[in-house]
């Protein structure tokens, strides 16, 4: 499957630059996880987050660059970022666009009630755009680390 890429997001750089770029810009022309995760600042979250974080060096030694992507405003991305001392890309898809393209916009069950949730996952990018490796519903502990581990091999 080919990403489409020509819807713009929001996106907040590492420096704290805010830009509204199509999704070719953002990834450019590099090898790219694409991490989407559910809420800024939630346990789960932030526990993935980091651990993509203190790996970022070792993805890139392999040629891959880090974006995150959630539902949350670029305002909720920047305090997510200072509070937690992030240094990756987080795209800000509040119209939900990315993720519904990519499946990751779905239901989830919590104490009997079904509600529209987003569903955590990863996906290995090559730098034609084309998805190599699909991590859907996933854990967030130890999720980072066995990623690495398969790219590496």
């Not at 929001?10 to 990834?27: E, F, R």
């Not at 559910?38 to 040629?63: I, S």
């Not at 755009?129 to 990623?147: Q, S, V």
Request: hydrophobic share 40%; with cysteine; aromatic share 14%.
């Amino acid at each position: 499957m080919k990403l489409n890429l020509e819807n713009k997001y929001d996106i907040l750089l590492p420096s704290g630059d805010v830009k509204n770029l199509a999704l070719k810009d953002i990834l450019g022309e590099n090898k790219t996880i694409l991490y989407f995760y559910p809420k800024d600042n939630t346990p789960g979250c932030t526990t993935e987050n980091k651990d993509f974080t203190t790996l970022k060096w070792d993805f890139e030694n392999l040629g891959y660059k880090l974006v995150w992507v959630s539902k949350d405003s670029i305002e909720s991305h920047k305090r997510f970022i200072e509070k937690q001392e992030l240094k990756n890309d987080l795209i800000s898809d509040t119209d939900l666009i990315l993720h519904k393209e990519l499946w990751v916009w779905g239901e989830k069950k919590n104490y009997w009630k079904t509600f529209m949730w987003v569903i955590r996952s990863t996906f290995v990018v090559d730098n034609h755009w084309e998805i190599l490796a699909e991590y859907r519903n996933i854990r967030a502990k130890w999720h980072a680390e066995r990623i690495l581990k398969e790219l590496a091999k």
